[in-house]
């Protein structure tokens, strides 16, 4: 394959629910163990996406406001330059990938991750009895002491391009879903090739509502958000 | 220079051998105590091998703690070493020659004890090696990614390690020789291989002195880099606000003489004290030292203050937030108190009466102060800024230490206070050879009615 991809994704606030099917989804696609509640206290839950809730304005007129929060895949990632054993590196179809076996766990990355969406393995993970025979086999299970993010479901991204070159065609827009873009309930998560001009994920990049969070560090995130349309929200508050 | 005894090298030998050849029986017990400390940290490590770094009280958005903070800390204190033997050598200072190599031998241990910190604190120990020089992956054509701090650290570190162990062996050569000529059976083989034949012609001296000059020399720049490279583990980090400041280097190389020399200095006290080495470690030269500390301290306020204002005066919404938190909330307020009364606000003010300079137990107080506010400060540096990493609010969070965390840390100090301790016992701490040049070179001036010591400057 000497196509060149980058795959992002667009994610539309104005449609999320923070209904966290996609969480859901993406644990049982990627092997994630179950988070218990001691995991979150003791802020060590792992969640390759999240959804951040946040409150706006004063009671009694107070809103949620959901951002669905996942690796933002940045073209120009802090977090690569900063491993020293390259466990994380960028590949040619734009995506921030971990090493497993290959990660130390210093953690450097996490630190320079202004998401907070890498993953350190603190313990050995566990799954109940009952829960062993869902594990998913295209991914790998993580070991204590290193770290792990979201990969865009890069299993469900090669399996698709095999296929696609067994069946001698090419990959087009919507065949490769991840777990949560496949779970979301009103399509807020949109997958796509960015390179890919008809794309709908480059139509959506083009959208007026469209912003990225904490571009202002530069680092080219691939993840584009849509801002939430607020029909209550005070004269331009919101785009 | 005061009145004291006149010293003959018969004297200087007795004395300062005296640790060597006839170790008091005390001397085992606290020995026997420091080696509990570390093994009970070596316990606690493997703990946290067996059990994984969970143990650890790290979090999410906090994933680096009090490891990487004491890791900081004895880096800091290595610096002593090479900023006075090294550049009191160069400058011909008199006053250095008791505290040169107690320097370096604190040097030696804080470096090695800073060095085995990575180990402690990465999710894989076992695989460290791959970001570490000698043990890089070739084998499988992978190589460490040298953009990254991590890869800096372990090469200036062992680089500093290797030039601080030459110039320590350098330098005791002359002392080994004293020592092989002293003992007798197994130690004097030992000894009589490591002074290298030393016979104390003046070819041998030449060489050696050149040698040491050249050896200070070179060494200097790689005392700087060091902990440049230290700050740059932080200042590379642009999703950590606080931690991007441009003055991070020369801030934490300042910081590192600021604490290293205050380390020297509670280890003479304290060496002077078990010893009884009044008449070598003179009340001159803790004046002479507490002068110096005075300097690099108001140096190290300026760069402290500097930092702050730089990084408030922006009037960015979360570095604001950040130095909030790190000066007025909950805990940090009160650690912030205590950080700058004992790093600076007591100690300097009290240095400046020659009284307190002389006085042995109170030099060794306030150094010992300045040392907690300098773990203070890097706590400050580092815990409050991971805790608000960026202003999205749903991921700050908190850190406690866990029990784990502290046996190591309290296993660090023990482990370092055990290596110049166990030096001490086979080696002379305080050099014979300088010393004996110190006595040889001093003239008498006549003040009244006494002759009073005064030294040469040699040329």
């Given at each position: 394959?000497?196509?060149?991809?980058?795959?992002?994704?667009?994610v539309?606030?104005?449609?999320?629910?923070?209904?966290?099917?996609?969480?859901?989804?993406?644990?049982?696609e990627?092997?994630?163990?179950?988070?218990?509640?001691?995991?979150?206290?003791?802020?060590?839950?792992?969640?390759?996406?999240?959804?951040?809730?946040?409150?706006?304005g004063?009671?009694p007129?107070?809103?949620?406001?959901?951002?669905?929060?996942?690796?933002?895949?940045?073209e120009?990632?802090?977090?690569?330059?900063?491993?020293?054993?390259?466990?994380?590196?960028?590949?040619?179809?734009?995506?921030?990938?971990?090493?497993?076996?290959?990660?130390?766990?210093?953690?450097?990355?996490?630190?320079?991750?202004?998401?907070?969406?890498?993953?350190?393995?603190?313990?050995?993970?566990?799954?109940?009895?009952?829960?062993?025979?869902?594990?998913?086999?295209?991914?790998?299970?993580?070991?204590?002491?290193?770290?792990?993010?979201?990969?865009?479901?890069?299993?469900?991204?090669r399996?698709?391009?095999?296929?696609?070159?067994?069946?001698?065609?090419?990959?087009?827009?919507?065949?490769?879903?991840?777990?949560?873009?496949?779970?979301?309930?009103?399509?807020?998560?949109?997958?796509?090739?960015?390179?890919?001009?008809?794309?709908?994920?480059?139509?959506?990049?083009?959208?007026?509502?469209?912003?990225?969070?904490?571009?202002?560090?530069?680092?080219e995130?691939?993840?584009?958000?849509?801002?939430?349309?607020?029909?209550?929200?005070?004269?331009?508050?919101?785009? | 220079?005061?009145l004291?005894p006149?010293?003959?090298e018969?004297?200087?030998?007795?004395?300062?051998?005296r640790?060597?050849?006839?170790?008091?029986?005390?001397?085992?017990?606290?020995?026997?105590?420091?080696?509990?400390?570390?093994?009970?940290?070596?316990g606690?490590?493997?703990?946290?091998?067996?059990?994984?770094?969970?143990?650890?009280?790290?979090?999410?958005?906090?994933?680096?703690?009090?490891?990487l903070?004491?890791?900081?800390?004895?880096?800091?204190?290595?610096?002593?070493?090479?900023?006075?033997?090294?550049?009191?050598?160069?400058?011909?200072?008199?006053?250095?020659?008791?505290?040169?190599?107690?320097?370096?031998?604190?040097?030696?241990?804080?470096?090695?004890?800073?060095?085995?910190?990575?180990?402690?604190?990465?999710g894989?120990?076992?695989?460290?090696?791959?970001?570490?020089?000698?043990?890089?992956?070739?084998g499988?054509?992978?190589?460490?990614?040298?953009?990254?701090?991590?890869?800096?650290?372990?090469?200036?570190?062992?680089?500093?390690?290797?030039?601080?162990?030459?110039?320590?062996?350098l330098?005791?050569?002359?002392?080994?020789?004293?020592?092989?000529?002293?003992?007798?059976?197994?130690?004097?083989?030992?000894?009589g291989?490591?002074?290298?034949?030393?016979?104390?012609?003046?070819?041998?001296?030449?060489?050696?002195?050149?040698?040491?000059?050249?050896?200070?020399?070179?060494?200097?720049?790689?005392?700087?880099?060091?902990?440049?490279?230290?700050?740059?583990d932080?200042?590379?980090?642009?999703?950590?606000?606080?931690?991007?400041?441009?003055?991070?280097?020369?801030?934490?190389?300042?910081?590192?003489?600021?604490?290293?020399?205050a380390?020297?200095i509670?280890?003479?006290?304290l060496?002077?004290?078990?010893?009884?080495?009044?008449?070598?470690?003179?009340?001159?030269?803790?004046?002479a030292?507490?002068?110096?500390?005075?300097?690099?301290?108001?140096?190290?306020?300026y760069?402290?203050?500097?930092?702050?204002?730089?990084?408030?005066?922006?009037?960015?919404?979360?570095?604001?937030?950040?130095?909030?938190?790190?000066?007025?909330?909950?805990?940090?307020?009160?650690?912030?108190?205590?950080?700058?009364?004992?790093?600076?606000?007591?100690?300097?003010?009290?240095?400046?009466?020659?009284?307190?300079r002389?006085?042995?137990?109170?030099?060794?107080?306030?150094?010992?102060m300045?040392?907690?506010?300098?773990?203070?400060?890097?706590?400050?540096?580092?815990?409050?800024?991971?805790?608000?990493k960026?202003?999205?609010?749903?991921?700050?969070?908190?850190?406690?230490?866990?029990?784990?965390?502290l046996?190591?840390?309290?296993?660090?100090?023990?482990?370092?206070?055990?290596?110049v301790?166990?030096?001490?016992?086979?080696?002379?701490?305080?050099?014979?050879?300088?010393a004996?040049?110190?006595?040889?070179?001093?003239?008498?001036?006549?003040?009244?009615?006494?002759?009073?010591?005064?030294?040469?400057?040699?040329?």
């Amino acid at each position: 394959m000497a196509v060149e991809r980058k795959w992002g994704m667009a994610v539309d606030a104005d449609k999320c629910t923070g209904c966290q099917a996609c969480v859901v989804a993406c644990q049982s696609e990627n092997n994630i163990p179950v988070n218990e509640p001691d995991h979150f206290l003791q802020r060590r839950a792992i969640q390759w996406i999240r959804i951040e809730r946040y409150w706006e304005g004063e009671f009694p007129d107070v809103r949620a406001r959901f951002v669905p929060m996942l690796c933002q895949h940045c073209e120009n990632a802090p977090c690569e330059s900063v491993c020293p054993v390259f466990a994380t590196y960028h590949n040619n179809e734009g995506l921030n990938v971990q090493v497993y076996n290959r990660c130390i766990g210093t953690r450097f990355c996490a630190n320079n991750d202004p998401w907070n969406v890498r993953f350190f393995n603190f313990w050995e993970p566990v799954w109940p009895e009952t829960l062993r025979n869902q594990l998913n086999t295209d991914v790998s299970v993580r070991s204590r002491g290193i770290m792990e993010k979201c990969t865009f479901c890069i299993q469900r991204i090669r399996r698709t391009t095999r296929d696609a070159g067994l069946e001698g065609r090419e990959v087009t827009d919507g065949d490769v879903v991840p777990a949560c873009v496949q779970a979301c309930p009103t399509n807020a998560l949109v997958f796509g090739d960015l390179n890919d001009h008809d794309s709908q994920v480059a139509h959506l990049r083009e959208d007026g509502r469209q912003y990225r969070i904490l571009d202002h560090l530069g680092t080219e995130p691939s993840v584009y958000y849509m801002a939430k349309i607020d029909p209550y929200a005070a004269e331009g508050e919101h785009a | 220079m005061q009145l004291r005894p006149a010293l003959t090298e018969r004297d200087i030998n007795r004395d300062l051998l005296r640790p060597v050849l006839a170790t008091p029986i005390w001397f085992y017990f606290l020995l026997g105590g420091l080696a509990i400390g570390v093994c009970t940290a070596i316990g606690g490590f493997a703990w946290a091998v067996n059990h994984g770094t969970g143990v650890y009280g790290i979090n999410r958005p906090v994933m680096w703690g009090f490891l990487l903070v004491n890791f900081v800390f004895w880096v800091g204190i290595s610096h002593a070493g090479v900023m006075l033997s090294a550049i009191l050598r160069l400058s011909n200072a008199e006053w250095r020659r008791p505290a040169t190599r107690a320097a370096e031998v604190l040097t030696i241990f804080a470096l090695g004890t800073a060095a085995l910190h990575p180990v402690f604190h990465t999710g894989r120990p076992w695989r460290i090696y791959w970001s570490m020089p000698p043990g890089y992956d070739f084998g499988r054509g992978i190589w460490p990614d040298v953009r990254s701090p991590f890869v800096w650290d372990p090469t200036a570190i062992s680089t500093y390690l290797t030039g601080t162990t030459l110039f320590v062996i350098l330098l005791l050569i002359p002392d080994l020789a004293v020592l092989r000529d002293r003992s007798s059976g197994l130690m004097q083989k030992v000894y009589g291989f490591l002074s290298m034949g030393w016979k104390g012609n003046t070819r041998q001296w030449k060489l050696q002195i050149i040698a040491g000059f050249l050896l200070s020399a070179l060494i200097l720049p790689v005392f700087v880099s060091v902990h440049s490279i230290v700050s740059w583990d932080f200042a590379v980090q642009i999703a950590v606000e606080g931690w991007h400041a441009t003055i991070f280097a020369p801030y934490f190389v300042i910081g590192a003489v600021h604490s290293g020399v205050a380390g020297v200095i509670s280890v003479l006290a304290l060496l002077r004290w078990m010893f009884r080495w009044e008449n070598y470690i003179r009340d001159d030269h803790f004046d002479a030292l507490a002068r110096l500390m005075i300097v690099v301290a108001t140096a190290w306020f300026y760069f402290l203050v500097i930092e702050f204002f730089l990084g408030i005066y922006p009037a960015e919404e979360p570095e604001i937030s950040l130095r909030t938190l790190q000066v007025f909330e909950w805990p940090f307020n009160a650690t912030f108190i205590v950080f700058l009364l004992m790093g600076y606000f007591v100690p300097v003010p009290l240095w400046l009466f020659r009284r307190v300079r002389q006085n042995v137990a109170l030099m060794f107080w306030t150094t010992l102060m300045v040392n907690i506010g300098m773990w203070l400060e890097r706590f400050i540096i580092i815990i409050p800024s991971l805790m608000r990493k960026q202003p999205l609010t749903f991921s700050w969070g908190s850190y406690n230490p866990s029990p784990i965390e502290l046996i190591l840390v309290a296993g660090s100090f023990c482990l370092v206070f055990l290596g110049v301790l166990t030096f001490s016992k086979f080696f002379p701490i305080i050099p014979l050879a300088d010393a004996k040049e110190g006595v040889a070179l001093e003239t008498h001036v006549r003040v009244g009615k006494v002759m009073v010591p005064a030294a040469y400057r040699e040329e």
